[in-house]
């Protein structure tokens, strides 16, 4: 079966300060890995996803993630953080592309002037 | 991108109670549609698989009986929580698959509230 473990619920930074937010899954066959966001009152939304190829994934507002095997983790990363970052990020892991998502427990990032 | 629709964003009920969730998408057609549930600082967790014009594919334990799903057409879900009670109360979340890559997009949610 597969798991996802995001370790830190809530994350501060203070606002241009980089940022990491961690996942690790476990899975036994191949995976598909993605970062979403969730604004306050609105939907998930996909930030990036890792399919194939490539092991550094670029996504929208300025974040990425690196896909390592070995150490099966799929961190979200961003050298520097506004204000709007605000918001609460899921990373999810899938066998079978978009569908069946199995999502983490989510962190909080919470951004400061 | 593609939006979803949940009606209504919030819902309280009695016990005993049933209670309908729709989800809508608004400018596709979607074949497959999802449904969530999220507890308080919890990931969400997959309830069933909903097919346009056929049954729905509930998780292990989930039950079929009581969270209804019905998608009759290829913009509308439904999860109907028959006789809902206090441990019914939960954020309830759809998606739905769309785009060549079958892309999940999500609604905002339904947060029930059952007294």
């Known amino acids: 079966a597969q798991s996802v473990t995001q370790l830190d619920s809530q994350v501060p930074v203070f606002e241009e300060a980089p940022v990491e937010l961690r996942c690790n899954y476990s899975?036994?066959?191949?995976?598909?890995l993605f970062w979403y966001v969730q604004y306050p009152n609105q939907g998930l939304q996909l930030l990036l996803k890792y399919l194939s190829g490539s092991t550094l994934v670029k996504g929208i507002n300025g974040f990425e993630a690196e896909f390592n095997k070995s150490q099966t983790s799929f961190h979200l990363r961003k050298p520097s953080v506004h204000i709007s970052d605000t918001a609460e990020y899921f990373c999810a892991v899938s066998d079978r592309g978009f569908q069946k998502l199995v999502f983490g427990t989510g962190t909080r990032l919470l951004v400061s002037p | 991108g593609a939006v979803v629709s949940q009606h209504p964003s919030w819902v309280i009920c009695k016990s005993g109670t049933s209670v309908k969730i729709e989800c809508r998408s608004l400018?596709?057609?979607?074949?497959?549609m999802f449904w969530y549930r999220q507890f308080p600082k919890q990931s969400l967790m997959l309830m069933a698989t909903?097919?346009?014009?056929?049954?729905?594919?509930?998780e292990q334990g989930v039950e079929k009986d009581k969270f209804l799903i019905n998608h009759a057409s290829l913009t509308l879900s439904t999860l109907t929580v028959t006789s809902a009670h206090p441990e019914d109360s939960s954020f309830y979340i759809c998606s739905a698959l769309a785009g060549r890559l079958g892309e999940q997009f999500f609604g905002p949610g339904t947060r029930l509230t059952v007294l």
């Open positions: 400018d596709f057609q979607a074949t497959t």
């Open positions: 899975s036994s066959v191949s995976v598909y």
């Open positions: 909903s097919n346009e014009g056929s049954k729905a594919t509930y």
